[in-house]
């Protein structure tokens, strides 16, 4: 079993970035791929990033392609998602989770965190 805690989230202006971690314990944290999702008010969770056992490959939502940057330091147990060039409608929780492979597919994941909140302004 492991243990994620989400961080770095806040209220930036739009064009702005912010960098949020996940700190994970408990079982041998670079068995697991790691991905990102986020949820809207009144909307679904959604796939943001995917990033395998050693980060030698990444995988993002459309949305986020090419302003997000999903990366991984097993040496730290922490997997980060740095969020440049922000637009109001990033505004959601963002959640990390563990999965045994690395997957879009929210249904995958096995482990997640309690979430944190990214709000971005107009």
């Known amino acids: 079993q492991v243990q994620l805690v989400e961080s770095g989230g806040g209220l930036v202006q739009a064009g702005g970035s912010l960098r949020l971690s996940c700190a994970a314990s408990g079982r041998s944290f670079s068995t697991y791929a790691m991905g990102w999702f986020r949820q809207a008010p009144g909307k679904e969770r959604e796939f943001v990033a995917a990033t395998t056992r050693y980060g030698g490959s990444t995988n993002y939502a459309d949305s986020v392609k090419g302003r997000f940057t999903i990366s991984r330091d097993n040496a730290k147990n922490t997997v980060y998602l740095q969020m440049n060039s922000l637009k109001p409608e990033d505004t959601a929780v963002y959640y990390c989770?563990?999965?045994?492979?690395?997957?879009?597919?929210?249904?995958?994941?096995?482990?997640w965190g309690q979430g944190t909140q990214v709000t971005v302004s107009s």
């Open positions: 989770a563990a999965s045994n492979y690395v997957t879009a597919s929210s249904s995958a994941y096995n482990y």
